[in-house]
């Protein structure tokens, strides 16, 4: 049972369009939730959310959570062909869900391709 | 901003040998590390956590001797693939939280057996 799921899995755009990448999740009383880039190597973290509403912004980027219907999107306007890679959604979990205490529950992932 | 570091980068080993995965915050401490392993178009799956002076705690369906943790200090844990098989072959990354900031990632071994 997947309690992180991201859609869509694929999506492929020209440079300039803007995207939305959702994320829903089936963990509640979570810490965080995290957004990641992840390219040829390991992650590179994007955004971290922990309250309900309120947008994060970093340059074309910009997160935001949804507590009560369980969701975050990530929004890439104007996509450049430097924002192909897979992008990440993680949950930060209380302990009770297994595993150590703050390991991250990952989805799938989405994979963005932007195409000149 | 913290970073954590991750040797070697790629490793090709034969089948039946061990390779040794290191994983290290260089500038700032870590009690607790995580390993997580990546298949092919899969997103990333935690293996085990590593516990600093402690015994590593392991998710369901991770053989805890084929996959030897040991963190014996605060800045290093370490990861050993015993007795590799060609199914081992994988993206093995760590990662590290400081002081309940954001994780932070290192740079992936990518492990190939043959």
């Known amino acids: 049972e997947d309690k992180v799921v991201q859609s869509p899995l694929s999506l492929v755009v020209h440079e300039g369009d803007t995207v939305t990448l959702n994320c829903s999740y089936e963990v509640t009383n979570f810490r965080s939730l995290l957004w990641y880039k992840q390219e040829k190597k390991a992650p590179t973290f994007l955004f971290m959310l922990t309250s309900s509403g309120i947008e994060k912004k970093s340059g074309r980027l910009s997160s935001i959570l949804d507590k009560k219907e369980l969701f975050s999107i990530l929004n890439i306007t104007a996509t450049q062909t430097g924002d192909s890679a897979v992008y990440l959604c993680a949950v930060d979990p209380p302990a009770i869900y297994g595993g150590s205490q703050g390991n991250l529950i990952f989805g799938k992932g989405t994979k963005l391709s932007v195409k000149p | 901003g913290a970073v954590v570091s991750q040797h070697p980068s790629w490793v090709i080993c034969k089948s039946g040998t061990s390779v040794k995965i290191e994983c290290r915050s260089l500038d700032f401490q870590a009690t607790t590390m995580f390993w997580y392993r990546q298949f092919p178009k899969q997103s990333l799956m935690l293996m085990a956590t590593s516990n600093e002076g402690s015994k590593a705690t392991y998710e369901q369906g991770v053989e805890k001797d084929k996959f030897l943790i040991n963190h014996a200090s605060l800045t290093l844990s370490t990861l050993t693939v015993t007795s590799a098989h060609p199914e081992d072959s994988s993206f093995y990354i760590c990662?590290?939280?400081?002081?309940?900031?954001?994780?932070?990632f290192g740079s992936g071994t990518r492990l190939t057996v043959v």
């Open positions: 990662s590290a939280r400081e002081q309940g900031i954001r994780y932070t």
